[in-house]
C-alpha cells in the first residue's frame, strides 16, 4: 500500500472549512450591519479527525484510494438557526450561490431518523486553489435549530458511550426528548415575529449608536472641541430618555454637521 500523507490530503478540506467559515460568518454579519434579523444565529466548522475517517471507512468498506470521491463529511459546516423556519431561508441562500453547489440534500426535519435526530443537510461541491490547482471537494452542512443542536450533541455523546448498546430507557428517554424539542421549536416559532421585532430593534439601535460614535469622535478632531462635548452631553441625555425616534433624529442631524465639516475641509 501506498504511504497516506495525511497532510496532504487533509489540506484541501482545511482550506474549504475555513473559507466556508468565513463566507456564512459574513452572511450574518451582512444581515446585522443592515439592523436585519439574521437567519444564522451561528456557524462553527471542523476537518474530521483521522481516527474518525478511519471508523468510516472501515465500517462503510471504502478504500483508501476513494476517500475524494466516497467522504462527504471530511469537511464540516455547522449552522445553527434560532428558528426552524430559518432553516430553510439558509438552504435558499445556499442555493442561490454559484460557489455552493449542491450535490444532495436531506430533510432529517420532514423526515426525523428513527432516533429522533432532525437536522437539514446538504453535501456541496466547493472548488478550493491550491498552490497545486483547482481542488473540488464534498463538504457537509448541517442546519439546525438551537433545540435540535442540544438535542444531537446529547445524543452524539450518548452514543459514543454506549456505542451500539444503547440501554432501551435512554433510548426512550431521548425518544421522549426528541418530541420536546419538536414542541419546543413550534412554540418558539409561534412567537418568531415578536422575538424577530426585538431583535431587529435592538440591531437597529445599536447600529444608529455606533454611527453616532463614530460621528462625534471624528467631529471632536476637526470640529470645536467644546461644541462636540456639547453635542456628547446631549447624546447621552437622548440615550438615557430611550426614545428611539429622537435618537434617529439626532444622528440624521449628526451626519449633516459631519457631512459639513467633510465639505469645508475639502474646500
Ligand atoms: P460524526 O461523528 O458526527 O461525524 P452515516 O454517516 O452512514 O451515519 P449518512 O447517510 O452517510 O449516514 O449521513 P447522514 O445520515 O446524513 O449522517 C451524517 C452525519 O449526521 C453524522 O456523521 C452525524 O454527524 C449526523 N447524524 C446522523 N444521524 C445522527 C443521529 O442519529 N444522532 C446524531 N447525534 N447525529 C446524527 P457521522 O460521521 O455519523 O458522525
Known amino acids: 500500500m501506498e504511504i ?23 452572511i450574518i454579519a451582512q444581515y446585522r450591519n443592515q439592523g436585519l434579523y439574521s437567519p444564522i444565529e451561528t456557524v462553527t466548522g471542523r476537518v474530521k479527525k483521522i481516527s474518525s ?55 432529517y426535519i420532514k423526515n426525523a431518523k428513527a432516533s ?32 435540535m443542536n442540544f438535542w444531537a450533541t446529547i445524543e452524539h455523546s450518548l452514543q459514543y458511550k454506549y456505542k451500539k448498546n444503547m440501554p432501551e430507557h435512554i433510548r426512550q428517554k431521548l425518544h421522549a426528548a426528541a418530541d420536546a424539542t419538536v414542541t419546543l421549536d413550534k412554540e418558539m416559532s409561534s412567537v418568531r415575529e415578536e422575538i424577530m421585532d426585538a431583535q431587529n430593534s435592538f ?38 430618555s430611550g426614545d428611539m425616534q429622537l435618537l434617529k433624529t439626532f444622528a440624521t442631524q449628526l451626519d449633516i454637521i459631519a457631512e459639513g465639516y467633510k465639505a469645508q475641509s475639502l474646500n
Open 4 to 26: 497516506q500523507l495525511w497532510r496532504e490530503i487533509l489540506s484541501p478540506y482545511e482550506q474549504a472549512v475555513d473559507e466556508l467559515l468565513i463566507k456564512f460568518n459574513h
Open 116 to 147: 429522533g435526530y432532525q437536522s437539514y443537510h446538504i453535501i456541496l461541491d466547493y472548488d478550493v486553489y491550491t498552490i497545486d490547482g483547482l481542488k473540488t471537494i464534498q463538504a457537509e452542512i448541517q442546519i439546525r435549530t438551537l433545540a
Open 53 to 107: 475517517i478511519l471508523d468510516k471507512l472501515q465500517k462503510k468498506k471504502i478504500p483508501m484510494d476513494r476517500i475524494y470521491e466516497e467522504m462527504d463529511d471530511i469537511a464540516g459546516i455547522r449552522v445553527i438557526c434560532q428558528f426552524a423556519e430559518d432553516i430553510y431561508k439558509v438552504v435558499e441562500i445556499i442555493r442561490s450561490r454559484s460557489d455552493m453547489r449542491i450535490r444532495e440534500e436531506k430533510d
Open 203 to 240: 440591531n437597529i439601535k445599536a447600529t444608529i449608536v455606533s454611527e453616532i460614535l463614530v460621528n462625534i469622535q471624528n467631529l471632536y478632531q476637526v470640529g470645536n472641541q467644546r461644541e462636540v462635548i456639547k453635542i456628547q452631553d446631549e447624546f447621552y441625555k437622548i440615550y438615557q
